[in-house]
């Protein structure tokens, strides 16, 4: 965007430039003294000069704008690589997390299922215990 109000103003500034140099040149062989062919060699002269000087200021702001787009796409990417790369490394650290939340996820579900075994075997071990206790308690069947 830059670029382009650079470029409308360089338009104008050069148009400006060519504008007064006509209106200088009429005014000045309106109002001097001299002979015409000879004035109009130096006004052919001095507009040459005037204009080359103009494309000249024109070749230079191009080449600085050229520079600074130049310098500003190079650090812009810049930018977007050292963005990329942070990412990269929130991704991995991400992944990491969760295969560390997935690990400590399974062994939490063994120590579950482990304990659950164990009070299984308990409960029948207990189950076991309780009903021989109670075989040993009742009284004998008669016949």
């Known amino acids: ?3 382009h109000l650079q470029e ?4 104008g500034f050069v148009i400006g430039l060519l504008t007064g140099t006509c209106v200088g040149a009429g005014l000045a062989m309106w109002l001097a003294p001299r002979l015409a062919s000879e004035l ?11 204009g080359q000087r103009a494309s000249e200021q024109y070749q230079q702001a191009s080449t600085r704008v050229g520079e600074v787009v130049g310098e500003l796409t190079r650090k812009g990417r810049g930018v977007r690589d050292n963005v990329a790369d942070a990412v990269a490394r929130g991704a991995r650290e991400v992944a990491r997390g969760a295969s560390e939340v997935e690990r400590h996820v399974r062994r939490a579900k063994s120590d579950r299922v482990t304990e ?3 009070r299984s075997a308990a409960d029948r071990s207990r189950s076991a215990r309780h009903t021989r206790e109670e075989d040993r308690q009742a009284p004998a069947p008669r016949d």
């Open 8 to 11: 409308r103003r360089d338009y």
């Open 1 to 3: 965007m830059n670029a």
């Open 116 to 118: 659950a075994m164990r």
């Open 40 to 50: 109009r060699e130096r006004m052919t002269g001095s507009a040459r000069s005037l």
